[in-house]
């Protein structure tokens, strides 16, 4: 497991079995430094600080781009009118499922609120966060195309998961499962 902060908004890149998690701003040197032939890029939502090299390493590597039909938008329109280079999604996610990519088997679990097509990836004992939960925290909902009554409902989702893996978010350090459903039980759910 390889992970860098990217950008400004120091969001984490992850490579794991060869796969490329949220590439931000600036994290194709560093991508390319830490695989020689990744087998996809995947996408937990499509805010600019976690989409931005996916041109980029789309055009170097010629692999696909993963994200959720909800948030295919953000790819080719730029929301915040900052610059972010246009990309292309090659396969759409639109429901909780499981696909096998090269040998790998990756779970994709919907948990809108943040963004319409925010979602979890989750590969063996580790669940990609993105901006849908943090250590301790949780992500906004404040934003265009944020949705607190989705947040709502995604809440309600988590806190339904008996599994304890290791939750690694788009911001900040590691956490787990049955830690954030406490802390949205005690704390966020009634302040959404």
């Given at each position: 497991?390889?992970?860098?902060?990217?950008?400004?908004?120091?969001?984490?890149?992850?490579?794991?079995?060869?796969?490329?998690?949220?590439?931000?701003?600036?994290?194709?040197?560093?991508?390319?430094?830490?695989?020689?032939?990744?087998?996809?890029?995947?996408?937990?939502?499509?805010?600019?600080?976690?989409?931005?090299?996916?041109?980029?390493?789309?055009?170097?590597?010629?692999?696909?781009?993963?994200?959720?039909?909800?948030?295919?938008?953000?790819?080719?329109?730029?929301?915040?009118?900052?610059?972010?280079?246009k990309a292309k999604a090659d396969v759409l996610i639109s429901k909780d499922e499981t696909i096998?990519?090269?040998?790998?088997?990756?779970?994709?679990?919907?948990?809108?609120?943040?963004?319409?097509?925010?979602?979890?990836?989750?590969?063996?004992?580790?669940?990609?966060?993105?901006?849908?939960?943090?250590?301790?925290?949780?992500?906004?909902?404040?934003?265009?195309?944020?949705?607190?009554?989705?947040?709502?409902?995604?809440?309600?989702?988590?806190?339904?998961?008996?599994?304890?893996?290791?939750?690694?978010?788009?911001?900040?350090?590691?956490?787990?499962?049955?830690?954030?459903?406490?802390?949205?039980?005690?704390?966020?759910?009634?302040?959404?």
């Open positions: 497991m390889l992970v860098k902060p990217c950008g400004d908004y120091q969001t984490n890149c992850y490579i794991y079995k060869d796969i490329i998690i949220d590439p931000g701003v600036n994290a194709t040197s560093w991508v390319s430094k830490n695989v020689t032939n990744p087998k996809a890029i995947l996408l937990t939502h499509g805010h600019f600080d976690h989409v931005w090299s996916v041109s980029e390493l789309q055009k170097k590597y010629k692999i696909p781009v993963y994200i959720h039909k909800n948030d295919e938008f953000m790819l080719s329109e730029d929301i915040f009118n900052i610059g972010v280079p096998d990519i090269n040998g790998v088997n990756v779970s994709f679990q919907y948990f809108p609120g943040h963004t319409p097509g925010c979602m979890t990836i989750e590969i063996d004992e580790y669940m990609f966060s993105g901006d849908f939960i943090f250590n301790g925290s949780i992500g906004r909902v404040d934003f265009p195309y944020s949705s607190p009554s989705d947040m709502k409902k995604s809440f309600d989702k988590f806190l339904k998961i008996n599994d304890d893996k290791i939750v690694l978010p788009g911001h900040g350090d590691k956490t787990t499962i049955k830690k954030e459903q406490e802390n949205i039980k005690n704390f966020w759910y009634d302040r959404v």
